[in-house]
């Protein structure tokens, strides 16, 4: 299983790159959002794959976080769901938005994603709605991939952090999630109270995001 690969970006088509790896191409599929998020040709990356073997075929798909490839890979796990249209929701929602959608029920926003119809994203809900909280709490913890042994340490791109100045810090929704976790609520009502806190508002901190789903936990107490 090929799960990372740190090289140089030989080339970018409209939906796949390939990477340079000590003198060896890998074709890498990729959502658009990733593709965006990509350097230019000739410069260093670095992505965790996926690879998906078929009878007459293998694909590798590349994501700039973890929490994204176990996105592709339970999306990929409920019927109906391949690799195309699991990029498609990727690239139309991101993980974040992926795993609010799915704790709060929302299959319309699934279906906003090209090719995506509404049987479908309503059983992408249904069936990934008690798994959300687990990869939700992966998901803020952004680890940059180590770097080849033979490529410089400072031209290796983590595609999810390039270009933004935030430090890396370990995700508000997971400890909320935790957190309410720890004071009695059920994995899923609490992953929706945090999704939902969360899409209210996108920049709290722990404190913040926890208090916001207390309030929208109350009324069933």
């Known amino acids: 299983m090929i799960g990372r690969l740190s090289g140089v970006l030989a080339y970018r088509a409209q939906d796949h790159v390939l990477i340079d790896v000590r003198g060896v191409g890998y074709l890498v599929y990729c959502s658009e959002r990733t593709m965006a998020g990509l350097p ?3 410069e260093a990356v670095s992505l965790y794959t996926d690879l998906v073997v078929r009878e007459d075929l293998m694909q590798l798909f590349g994501f700039p976080s973890l929490m994204e490839k176990e996105w592709h890979r339970l999306l990929m796990s409920v019927q109906g769901v391949g690799a195309k249209a ?25 279906k906003a994603a090209k090719g995506i119809g509404p049987k479908i994203a309503q ?4 069936d990934l709605k008690d798994k959300a909280p687990s990869v939700m709490a992966m998901g803020g913890e952004v680890t ?6 033979d490529t410089d340490s400072d031209a290796v ?36 109270a945090v999704a939902e806190a969360a ?11 926890i208090r916001a789903a207390l309030k929208l936990l109350a009324p069933a107490q």
């Open 40 to 42: 230019g040709a000739g």
């Open 86 to 110: 699991s990029l498609a929701i990727l690239g139309a929602l991101g993980p974040d938005g992926v795993g609010r959608a799915i704790a709060l029920g929302d299959w319309t926003s699934v």
């Open 123 to 126: 059983r992408i809900v249904l």
């Open 144 to 149: 940059r991939p180590a770097t080849d042994p």
């Open 157 to 192: 791109i983590d595609v999810k952090t390039a270009g933004s100045a935030t430090p890396i810090s370990p995700s508000a929704q997971a400890d909320a999630l935790s957190a309410l976790g720890n004071l009695g609520y059920g994995p899923s009502e609490a992953a929706a």
């Open 199 to 209: 899409g209210a508002t996108p920049d709290a901190d722990t404190q913040t995001l």
